[in-house]
Structure formats: structure tokens, C-alpha cells
């Protein structure tokens, strides 16, 4: 066992101020601690282990290709229980975990996405004709609705009508929680309904799983060939042959439709505030997006989830057994966590980090332990094909339709933390006016 006074130097604050400063000012909180104390750093934070920071490649490397039985991401990302529930990939190990990707990979496969490409783009379109134009107007809220409905329609395979408002309202109170400190507190979480916004979340997601629950049944009584992922997961079957349990499907289900929009939503939004700020690189956007093009599409949304990883960490792994990662050994008592901020942003891997230059991607690809906001290893993120698809969709819907300029004050707009993502703390204000119709590449 690795006693925390053997572990890597950090601050010595008490762990409630290192709770509050990174519930509030996640991104310099790291950027500080980083320039103090190096590429590896420790945290102390209310009601859990300690988190090791490492963005080192070689570390990130360690912890992605360690055995199961070694680091256990489930356990380390604990803090979205209330949310996912018991049986999510997020929050298993080992064999479970094995097990239950191999179930839900199929679905996840690129020839199933690519399936889901007229669902995605019909959305995309429909939702943003009807933005509102002429004024300065935050694109996140934007992005929630479209990423939303993607999701429902595609993961779940609802077709316009009350249950797909119904949960689009429940989801909606559901994610109101994460705007709350609790959200990242796992003492406060066990409160439970003795904290007012707890109660609001817990009766929001009660709602939300008789809504889902009354799908699973509908659908398995009446199996019809379809195409979106719910339907692929009940088909899917275990190695004994049984097939998903109505509990294995409500967490996976629910995993999808709270963590599977809203990233996409931040990242989409971090994709405009960047953009707008880089005036070039929208231009040249624009101009392939009109020309059916894909290589600069494609590098702006690498580039993006470099700049502005909407989680800023790649999942924490809680230390199980003894493990030596740069030189160090490491027992139970902690958690190693690749950070993917930091790597991302460190000068040594990418020359001027802090600009925004698609251009590093139109002759390279991102490296496997240098461009990690979909994580790695056997813990890399299923849905990371249908985030990369549907952002490239989104992007050309919108850049055909509107003409998109920088709103409000211009300034750059902050991070801001809502649950474990990092979102522009004035939602990516823009002015959107319509421009002629050129047409979206199928």
C-alpha cells in the first residue's frame, strides 16, 4: 500500500478547498498545480482517494494497457452512480466490464453507425432551421436539444410523440443536478432526499426509468427489425445466452442518453467558440463544408477535442493492486488518473498548444496516448464513431444554413464545470443568420 505521504507532491490545501477549487476553476486549477509541481501531481478531494494527474505519454500508456485486475475505472468514476446506475459499462471491472462490452460493441460497430447517418442528418437539419437569427444567442442550449434528439431517436428509436417529450423534459431535470457542487461529492450524494436538489434528481430519474422500462417491455413484445441501438441491444446475449436483463438495459440505456448528448452538445459548443475566435479557420471550414469535402472537417473536430476536451480527465482508475508508472509504485489507496487537459496542452507534444490549428491533423493522425478525449485501452469510449459522426454532421448542417458570427463581447469565453464535463461558461455566443441553401453532403 502506497500511504499518501509517498505519493507525488501537490497541494497541501485541505480537501475542501481542493474540492471547491476544482468544482469551480477546473482548468487553471490544473494549469497551477501543473506549473508548481510538474507533469505529475496529487489531489486530495472530499470523499474519495486520492487522484494522481498524469500527462505524461509514457504514464497515460501504463495506465491504459494495465491489467484489469490492476486499475479499476469503475470504481474510479463512482461519482456518476446516481446518474448511471449499478450496471453501466462505465462503473464495472473486470470480467463484468469484458463481458458487458462485448455485448454492446456490436452496436457500436462503424457499419451500425453509418446506419444511423439519415436519422442523425434528418435531426440535424429539421433543428436548426428552426434556430432563432439576428441576435446574440448562447449555442449550447442548441446543441442540448439537437444532441438530445439524436439521441432518442437514434439510441432509442422514438419516433416524435409524448414519451419522447416526456423524457426530453425528465432529462432536462435531471442535468439541472449537475450544475450543483453535489454532483462531484460523493458524501453529499448519499444524503440522498435530505438535500432538496438530490430529491429533484432522484425523483426526476424515477420518472425517467418508468418511461424507459415501458419502452424495454413495448419492444419486447413486439421485436420489429430496426436499426437503432436499443433494438440491437436486445438482441444482444451473453455468453450463456441469455439475453440483456431489464436492468442492464435501463443503465445502459440511461448511460446513453445523459453522458451520450451531453458531451457531444459541450463539444459541439467548444467547436463554434473556437472557431468563431479563428476567423481563418472558419472561413476554410466553410468553404470545404460547401465543397462536400472531409479532411478539414475532420481535422477542425480533432482539433477541437484537443483544445477543449469536454472532460478533462480520461477516467479515473482506483489503484487495486501494486503498479510501478514512471518510476513509482503505487498500492491501494489512490487513483491514476491520465489527464487529458494536460497533455493535450503540453508544448513538448503539440508546438503552441494553446492555438487553434486544424492543420496539425490533415497529414497526421492524433497519436494513441497523446489525443485522449475518448480515454484508451479497453476503457476507450463505445460511442466515440457516433460523437465523431454526428459532429461532422452537425457542423455542415449548421455551416450551410447559417452564417455564424462571433456574439456578445468577443472576449474569451471561460470553462465552467456542469457535472464532469467542462462547458463555455456563457454557452458559445454567436449571432446565426441564414445564408443561401447550398446544399448537406449525404
Known amino acids: 500500500m502506497a500511504p499518501t505521504g509517498e505519493l507525488p507532491p501537490g497541494p497541501r490545501a485541505p480537501s475542501a478547498w481542493q474540492s471547491f477549487a476544482w468544482q469551480t476553476r477546473p482548468i487553471p486549477y490544473l494549469e497551477r498545480c501543473r506549473a508548481r509541481y510538474g507533469k505529475t501531481f ?58 458487458q462490452r462485448k455485448l454492446m460493441l456490436p452496436a457500436f460497430h462503424g457499419e451500425k453507425m453509418e446506419a444511423l447517418r439519415g436519422v442523425v442528418t434528418d435531426v440535424a437539419r429539421s433543428e436548426v432551421d428552426g434556430w432563432t437569427t439576428g441576435a446574440a444567442v448562447p449555442l ?51 444524503l440522498g432526499r435530505l438535500l432538496p436538489p438530490v430529491g429533484a434528481f432522484l425523483a426526476a430519474r424515477e420518472r425517467a426509468d418508468e418511461e424507459i422500462q415501458g419502452l424495454i417491455d413495448e419492444r419486447r413484445a413486439d421485436p420489429a427489425d430496426r436499426d437503432d441501438v436499443l433494438s440491437l441491444l436486445l438482441l444482444a446475449r451473453h455468453e450463456d445466452g441469455a439475453p440483456m436483463s431489464n436492468t442492464e438495459l435501463r443503465d445502459e440505456l440511461m448511460t446513453l442518453l445523459v453522458a451520450g448528448h451531453e458531451t457531444t452538445a459541450t463539444e459541439l459548443s467548444w467547436a463554434f467558440e473556437r472557431l468563431l475566435r479563428h476567423p481563418e479557420a472558419l472561413d476554410r471550414l466553410v468553404a470545404e463544408v460547401d465543397a462536400g469535402e472531409d479532411a478539414y472537417v475532420t481535422a477542425a473536430i480533432r482539433e477541437t477535442l484537443r483544445r477543449r476536451p469536454v472532460l478533462s480527465i480520461a477516467g479515473p482508475r482506483r489503484v487495486v ?26 508544448a513538448e507534444i503539440y508546438p503552441e498548444p494553446y492555438a487553434f490549428r486544424p492543420e496539425r491533423y490533415l497529414d497526421e493522425d492524433p497519436g494513441t496516448y497523446t489525443w485522449i478525449p475518448f480515454g484508451g485501452g479497453r476503457r476507450r469510449c463505445l460511442g466515440a464513431s457516433f460523437a465523431m459522426l454526428e ?3 452537425v457542423l455542415r448542417a449548421v455551416l450551410s444554413r447559417m452564417e455564424v458570427r462571433i456574439g456578445g463581447d468577443g472576449h474569451l469565453e471561460a470553462n465552467r464545470r456542469r457535472m464532469i464535463t467542462v462547458v463555455p461558461a456563457r454557452g458559445a455566443e454567436a449571432v446565426l443568420s441564414q445564408r443561401g441553401r447550398a446544399p448537406v453532403p449525404a
Do not use: W
Open 321 to 346: 493492486s501494486e503498479i510501478e508508472v514512471g518510476g513509482r509504485t503505487y498500492g491501494p489507496g489512490c487513483h491514476l488518473v491520465p489527464n487529458a487537459y494536460l497533455v493535450h496542452h503540453d
Open 42 to 99: 496529487t489531489l486530495d478531494f472530499l470523499g474519495i482517494d486520492p487522484f494522481v494527474m498524469m500527462s505524461r505519454p509514457g504514464d497515460i500508456k501504463a495506465i491504459f494497457t494495465a491489467p484489469p485486475d490492476v486499475l479499476h475505472s469503475g470504481e474510479g468514476s463512482a461519482v456518476l452512480l446516481p446518474v448511471v446506475g449499478p450496471n453501466s459499462i462505465l462503473l464495472l471491472d473486470e470480467d463484468r466490464h469484458l463481458a
Open 391 to 393: 459532429m461532422d454532421i
Open 140 to 190: 449550447h442550449p442548441y446543441m442540448q436539444g439537437l444532441t438530445l434528439e439524436v439521441i432518442l431517436r437514434a439510441i432509442f428509436g422514438l419516433d416524435r410523440g409524448a414519451r419522447l417529450e416526456r423524457l426530453r423534459k425528465l432529462v432536462g431535470e435531471m442535468t439541472r443536478f449537475a450544475m450543483s457542487p453535489i454532483s462531484l461529492i460523493p458524501p453529499l450524494q448519499r
